[in-house]
Every structure is written in C-alpha cells, then in structure tokens.
C-alpha cells in the first residue's frame, strides 16, 4: 500500500545511487530522510551500522545550504569526511588541528555554497563565533551523531553536548536531527527534550540480530574457552574483545603460540602497527583480531563468523554493539561472552577515574551505574538473550523460543529444584508483603539476623532461613533471575520487589523458573553440620 514517491523521494533514490552507488535504502532510512527533507525535527535510532550516517548525508546533497553534523571523536569525523570525498560529496571537518588557513578556505566554500557537509564538536559548534557563522550563512539542517551523550540516563554521558540547546535556539526554524544506537524509552525522550526539539518524529529501528547465536558463560580456564570457539571457526574472521591492554597481549600472544593466526589491536600500539593488524584481517591473512573497545569503528567487514568477549562489557550498548560486528552478512554466526564476578567491580573503578578526568561528570554516574547493573543482571539471568537484549532497547520477540541463544538451547546449568526455590522465595516476597527490596528478602530468606530483621519481627516470619543452606550472594542472583524470567518485578523509588501474574503462576506450579547453579560452594552451617 506504498504511496506513490514523491520528488523529494525520487531526488533522494537519485543521490543514493549516483553518489553513493547503493540501490535501496535500508529499513527507516527513506524515513529519517523524508524529516530532514520536511526540516521536521527527529529522532532516528538505529543500531550501529543500521546506517545513520546516510540517512543526514543523503538528503545533505539534495538540500539547498549546509548541513553542519555534530560528531563527538576527531577520529569519527575524519573517517566520515573521506568516505564522503571518496563518493564525490564536498564535506570538511573543523577541530583543534585544522590549521587557520584551511578553516578560512572552508568557510569560502561554505559561502559560496559549495560545502555540503561540515562536521563539528559540540563544543566548538557552540561557541559564539561559530554560531554567528552560522547564522550568516544558508544551514540545511543540523545533525546531531551519538545523541545519547546529551542524556545523564544514558551510558556516556558527556557535558559539552548540553551546550546543543544553544545551537538550536540561534537557528530557529532549521531542522535538527538526532542519531543513536541506544534507545531505552528514558534516552530517547529526554535527547528530544534536551535538544529543544518540536514535535519530533521518533522513529526506532529493529534491534534484533536473529542470526546470532549468543552464549554467556563464566569464564573459568578463559584461554581454552576462547580457543574451543576458534576451532570450530577455523580458517573464519572472528573478533576477541578484552577489557585491557594487557589483556589483549596476553590473549594473542598466547592464540599466536598455539598457531592460531590473530593479531592484537588496542590504542597504545604505533599508528602503523594497528593499521598493519587492521588491513591483515580486512584482506584475510590473519583470522582474529583481539582487540580492547577501540577496534570497530572504522572496519565494515561483514563474514565475521563470531565475536568472543573475555570480560564483560560495561554496558548492554556496547555489548550489542560489538557482538553485532558478527554476522553483518545475514548468515549464522556465533556470540560467546565470559563473565568474572570481577569484571563489574573493574567497571565501576573506571567509571569513578573517567569522572575524575571530565569536569561536571558526576552527573552522568548514575546512568553508567545502571547500564553497568543491566549489563551484570544479563550475564547473571537465565532468560532469553535475544529477548532481553531487545527488550533493553524497548522491543519485544514474538516468539516464546528463539532457538538461538544458550537459554532456549537448554545449554544453562539450572537448579534441579528451581521450581520449589522459585516458590519459597515468591512466597516470602508475599510474607514481606511486597514491600522489600532484593537485598532484604534474601536476607530473610537465608535466616539472617540482622538487626533490621529483628527490629520487624521478621525472625518470626515462616519463611525466615528457608534457604538457609544458600548464601546471600546466590539468593540474591535468584532473586534477579526470577525478575529476568517475569516472575517478580521492581516497583518504585526503593525498588520494591512484587509478585507478577506470572509469578502467581508460577506458585501454583504452572511454570517452572531457570534457576541458576550457583557459583559459590554452599553454606556449612553449624546447624547442618550437627545433624
Ligand atoms: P551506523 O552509523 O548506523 O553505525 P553507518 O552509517 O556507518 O552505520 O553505515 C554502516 C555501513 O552501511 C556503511 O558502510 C554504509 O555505507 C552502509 N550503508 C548504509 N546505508 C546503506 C544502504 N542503503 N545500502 C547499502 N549500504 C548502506
Ligand atoms: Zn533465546
């Protein structure tokens, strides 16, 4: 029941093949373009190389003026810049190392009408020179890359980006446009709110990669683990990511002693060196990259047969960033990531020292606390992959079984006795009177006697010590798990813990939980130890 195209459309399919050489538009990009052409503020949120970029740079050429694109990284911009001279488009970037000669020559062209594009930091584009630039030339549109950071409920918040609002209130009446990959319900609102946008169109992509396969692991003798999966990739691209630099080191190295072919790939090794490593895996001559956060940026490399991660991400953004570097051709490939209970508590040291070094940082901690709980919650859950990941970026499956991750696989090591665990501690959330947290309610569960429980009486309670013979640690992983499974939900300020329909269900026997085993060997009590 597709309209018929309009000229604008037309214009556009015309540029996409003429410069670009692409025949169709991906999945809401003819959309996201049809805005910029209207100059209707949006919001278009995609994940990674769901193909942002063309949906501003697109209708960049076929508008009259200059599209000016707020980008966070130097780097960034000058990949984007080439990319655009390559396809024939006029684009330059302005920032700290451009010299005044070339920002003179810019602003020519930018005058006379022949720059399309012009790429800026927030904090530049905001200052008052630029703006009164700005306002005395023709400005197309402005589009605003890693919208995210304006947000402090995102994963990376950055200040500078608040700055925007400045921008928008100088150029009233020019469309502005924000792009990201994260698109929790709370991100998205507050980006439009942020930016002073009108009546923006929200327009959110698909989020779910059904050809790969995602595992979780813990990661006990990491090396073989990694190795298992190499092997049975042999001869294919795959992409082993670490937290450190060191680590990184230590994992190729020890790859390349067994004869896998990999090479390492981090930010503190010569620019020469990591291009050299970059282009080897881009032409086939070496199998795996292993690689901290910094690789992916720049590579487009679509039969990487798997992406391995040997610690855990610090957000569930990142982590459906890199896994998605896997399988861009549509054919199956594999996701495996490794956990250590330590890898949160590194997490949140480098959350603490990042603020140290950016002024008016603080702000954005408790985002990056939480997307780091959403991301540890993950790996500690026994529910589908694919279904908590999209529903982490505001979707659902519709399907009960993906079939496509180490949940549905039945791959879990699961409790023998989940069903009556799962009840007991239903049933003390019901005793609590659905008015604790999960920290509370496993206490009482494993019969502590905090002076918080005994000023309540609830020493008394019936299900006080049900689970005595567990500790603290795996209660409260269950407890999280039943709320990843349904069965219990987090309410309120306090995060109180309640019983869902499911979960009443679930007391009555009608569904059965994925309990995980627990990590930890259990409790000798004295009391057990007596009988
Ligand atoms: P994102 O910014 O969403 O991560 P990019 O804009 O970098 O994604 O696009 C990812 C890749 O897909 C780029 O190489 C881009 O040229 C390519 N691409 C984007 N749109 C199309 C299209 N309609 N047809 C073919 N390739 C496309
Ligand atoms: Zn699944």
């Known amino acids: 029941h597709a309209s018929a195209p309009t000229t604008a459309d037309l214009q556009l399919v015309d540029a996409l093949r003429r410069y670009w050489g692409y025949e169709e538009f991906r999945p809401l990009q003819l959309q996201a373009m049809q805005c910029?052409?209207?100059?209707?503020?949006?919001?278009?949120?995609?994940p990674t190389g769901g193909g942002k970029s063309l949906c501003y740079q697109v209708p960049a050429v076929c508008l009259e003026g200059l599209t000016v694109v707020v980008s966070p990284l130097i780097s960034l911009m000058k990949d984007q810049v080439d990319a655009l001279t390559d396809c024939g488009v006029r684009a330059a970037c302005i920032h700290s190392m451009v010299e005044a000669n070339e920002k003179r020559r810019i602003a020519e062209e930018i005058r006379s009408g022949e720059l399309k594009l012009l790429y800026v930091a927030p904090e530049r584009v905001v200052q008052p020179r630029t703006i009164d630039f700005l306002q005395s030339v023709s400005v197309s549109q402005i589009a605003v890359d890693e919208a995210h950071c304006i947000s402090s409920w995102g994963h990376d918040f950055r200040p500078e980006y608040r700055q925007l609002r400045l921008l928008r209130n100088a150029?009233?009446?020019?469309?502005?446009?924000?792009?990201?990959?994260?698109?929790?319900?709370?991100?998205?609102?507050?980006?439009?709110?942020?930016?002073?946008?009108e009546n923006a169109q929200i327009m959110v992509g698909d989020f779910d990669r059904p050809n790969l396969v995602?595992?979780?692991?813990?990661?006990?003798?990491?090396?073989?683990?990694?190795?298992?999966?190499?092997?049975?990739?042999?001869?294919?691209?795959?992409?082993?990511?670490?937290?450190?630099?060191?680590?990184?080191?230590?994992?190729?190295?020890?790859?390349?002693?067994?004869?896998?072919?990999?090479?390492p790939y981090?930010?503190?090794?010569?620019?020469h060196v990591r291009e050299r490593h970059q282009t080897e895996f881009a032409q086939e001559e070496v199998d795996v990259i292993v690689a901290t956060v910094a690789f992916g940026m720049g590579i487009d490399k679509s039969n990487v047969r798997y992406v391995i991660h040997s610690g855990m991400p610090k957000s569930l953004e990142q982590y459906q960033q890199e896994s998605g570097r896997a399988g861009r051709d549509g054919l199956e490939a594999e996701c495996l990531l490794l956990y250590s209970g330590g890898d949160a508590a590194l997490w949140r040291r480098l959350i603490k020292q990042g603020?140290?070094?950016?002024?008016?940082?603080?702000?954005?901690?408790?985002?990056?606390?939480?997307?780091?709980?959403?991301?540890?919650?993950?790996?500690?859950?026994?529910?589908?992959?694919?279904?908590?990941?999209?529903?982490?970026?505001?979707?659902?499956?519709?399907?009960?079984?993906?079939?496509?991750?180490?949940?549905?696989?039945?791959?879990?090591?699961?409790?023998?006795?989940?069903?009556?665990?799962?009840?007991?501690?239903?049933?003390?959330?019901?005793?609590?009177?659905?008015?604790?947290?999960?920290?509370?309610?496993?206490?009482?569960?494993?019969?502590?006697n905090d002076q918080r429980i005994i000023e309540r009486g609830h020493e008394n309670l019936s299900t006080h010590g049900l689970l005595e013979e567990h500790s603290l640690r795996t209660v409260r992983d269950w407890t999280e798990q039943l709320v990843g499974q349904g069965f219990l939900e987090?309410?309120?300020?306090?995060?109180?813990?309640?019983?869902?329909?499911?979960?009443?269900?679930?007391?009555?026997?009608?569904h059965t939980p994925r309990l995980l085993k627990p990590t930890e060997p259990q409790r000798s009590r004295r009391t057990r130890t007596q009988e």
Do not use: W
């Open 36 to 46: 910029a052409m209207e100059h209707r503020d949006s919001v278009v949120v995609l």
């Open 171 to 197: 150029l009233p009446g020019v469309g502005m446009h924000a792009y990201t990959a994260t698109a929790t319900e709370r991100v998205r609102t507050d980006v439009a709110e942020q930016l002073g946008l």
């Open 355 to 448: 603020e140290q070094s950016q002024s008016g940082a603080e702000e954005g901690r408790q985002g990056a606390f939480d997307a780091l709980n959403a991301m540890s919650d993950f790996c500690h859950s026994a529910a589908c992959r694919h279904r908590t990941l999209v529903g982490y970026f505001g979707q659902e499956l519709d399907h009960d079984n993906c079939g496509a991750c180490d949940a549905c696989l039945n791959e879990i090591e699961t409790v023998d006795d989940s069903l009556v665990i799962g009840q007991k501690v239903l049933s003390c959330v019901l005793r609590l009177e659905e008015r604790y947290g999960a920290d509370y309610t496993a206490k009482v569960l494993i019969g502590s």
């Open 214 to 263: 995602y595992r979780v692991k813990r990661k006990n003798r990491a090396t073989e683990q990694i190795r298992s999966v190499i092997e049975r990739h042999a001869g294919a691209a795959g992409i082993v990511y670490c937290i450190s630099r060191k680590q990184v080191e230590e994992t190729a190295a020890s790859l390349v002693s067994t004869g896998i072919r990999a090479r």
């Open 490 to 510: 987090k309410t309120g300020e306090y995060n109180t813990l309640s019983v869902t329909q499911h979960g009443r269900e679930l007391l009555r026997g009608g």
């Open 266 to 271: 981090h930010a503190g090794l010569e620019d």
